[in-house]
């Protein structure tokens, strides 16, 4: 090689070597304003779920538009579809997010998340495919966690994470409201207009606002460092659930509990429009109210159940409120009767909160990460099967309908309602009831559960891949990672 050769090939390496150093000073990206915050995370949030929130109405109605013969089993397909691809995805988003920093996924998911907005109204049949393959990036909260987790100390982390539920929940408390009053003023097309415009802007804030959380904890060794199986395995903490007989009965409790849930949030809403003919001001009221129901359970209430009947037994009543809501869903004919149900469904909101708390006490502190990447894995399987589950009961029942509702009155009534009594009329809602006889397994389950012992659970590589960067698969001790009223993958 010539001696300008030689020299040309140095000039090129010493290029390569500065713009790696520029890339990992400033995660990959310019930075934002000021220094990260959980401020920061808390905007993003917000604004990409106040953006869907505004679309409750209209995609209801786009639904059952699009898919007028097997409404119910077609949003089954796709909202489960779009769980699973988020379930196989999160753990490798999240190991990629470790070393390439988290400004740039918090831009991915944010984007192909928000992506099928607009297609509402240029073509329904892409708005719903796009939704079903987005899943693939709908992991926004598991890099907000990590984000929360890489500016924040661990005594403060459940205050922050706590401050990133109740900024989502508190925009789906307001925007589907607003959305369908928009909605039946100015017209849908207003609506989605919005609804891109506020994902546009969040966008817009993440590439000028959003600084980077991770530059101070990378190392330029890290650039270009291999991700293992073990860090992208979805199954990971899964195959570990047998190790232990308390964790195998913890993980059977959750499962049988979050399957109908998951299911149930993917559909119920549009139970609520096109089978009980529901307005859409009444659908948005009752998430509202709901919502705040939820908050209260999940704070004020369930410290005073801890206290005064401990872990377990509030962990049953949790179970046992969630009975009686599946129930009265599967066999609730009126409207009064879901609004009840929805009330009751609030206090069943504590169970999986009560079942972190019980694993933080129980597990030991080695083993904090690995039984939570566990309850966790078993949730995010359950959002890509509940839906499907639920969508196909409803299609075994022949529960379906033939054309859109009737105009509503203004108590949220049809005035005629000879369109849903045209279903089973005994069992308006099956997939309920079979949601009802799944957690009635998990509270027997519950009961072999003690109230005081020792998880133990061999974690081999998963800990030493959760001792590193905190790792949005894999939750931070329970308590601090409150997972949000509805999942990501279910709006």
């Known amino acids: 090689m010539t001696q300008g050769g030689k020299k040309k090939k140095r000039a090129v390496n010493r290029s390569i070597m500065l ?38 109405a209209p995609t209801l109605v786009v639904l059952h538009e699009t898919f007028p013969k097997h409404t119910f089993l077609m949003n089954g397909l796709i909202q489960g579809v779009k769980g699973l691809l988020s379930f196989l995805s999160a753990p490798l988003i999240g190991a990629l997010s470790d070393v390439w920093g988290r400004k740039s996924f918090l831009l991915l998911t944010v984007f192909f998340t928000c992506a099928p907005i607009p297609l509402m109204k240029i073509s329904p049949w892409w708005y719903f495919a796009v939704i079903s393959v987005s899943g693939v990036f709908a992991v926004t909260f598991s890099v907000v966690f990590a984000y929360v987790a890489d500016i924040t100390q661990e005594h403060e982390r459940s205050m922050a ?13 307001t925007s589907p409201a607003i959305g369908a009053y928009l909605g039946r003023v100015y017209g849908d097309s207003l609506v989605v207009v919005l609804a891109t415009a506020i994902a546009l802007l969040d966008i817009c804030f993440i590439l000028v606002a959003v600084p980077e959380s991770l530059p101070e904890k990378m190392r330029p060794a890290s650039w270009g460092a291999p991700i293992s199986w073990e860090q992208a395995d979805p199954f990971a903490s899964l195959k570990k659930v047998g190790q232990d007989s308390i964790v195998l009965l913890i993980c059977i409790t959750v499962f049988l509990s979050y399957l109908p849930e998951a299911g149930q949030y993917s559909s119920f809403f549009l139970y609520l429009r096109q089978i009980m003919g529901f307005s859409s001001e009444s659908v948005a009221a009752f998430i509202a109210v709901l919502g705040i129901l939820s ?42 009767m879901m609004w009840a149900a929805g009330a009751v469904a609030a206090m069943s909101s504590i169970t999986f909160p009560a079942v972190s708390a019980l694993v933080s006490r129980t597990a030991d502190a080695d083993q904090q990460g690995v039984v939570q990447g566990m309850i966790t894995g078993i949730r995010g399987l359950c959002n890509g099967l509940g839906p499907a589950l ?15 509702p009737m105009p509503e009155t203004a108590s949220g009534g049809s005035v005629d309602t000879q369109y849903h009594l045209q279903q089973n009329s005994i069992i308006p809602g099956p997939p309920f009831l079979f949601g009802a006889c799944s957690v009635l397994l998990a509270l027997l389950v519950a009961l072999f559960i003690p109230e005081h012992t020792n998880l133990t659970v061999r974690s081999g590589s998963w800990k030493k891949h959760c001792g590193g960067h905190s790792h949005p698969h894999s939750p931070q001790a329970p308590g601090e990672a409150k997972e949000p009223l509805l999942q990501d993958t279910n709006v």
């Open 19 to 56: 713009a790696k150093k520029i890339i990992i000073k400033d995660g990959g990206t310019p930075q934002g304003i000021g220094s990260p915050s959980v401020y920061h995370a808390v905007i993003v949030i917000f604004l990409e779920f106040f953006a869907w929130g505004l679309l409750t």
């Open 161 to 173: 994470y706590g401050l990133v539920s109740a900024t989502f929940a508190a925009s789906l408390v």
């Open 295 to 336: 908050i209260i359970a999940q704070t004020i209430v369930l410290s005073l159940l801890m206290r005064s009947i401990g872990n377990k037994n509030t962990i049953l009543l949790g179970l046992g409120f969630q009975i009686l809501q599946l129930a009265w869903y599967g066999f609730g004919s009126e409207p009064w």
């Open 390 to 404: 639920y969508g196909f009961i409803f299609y075994i029942f022949h529960v379906e309908l033939n054309e859109l």
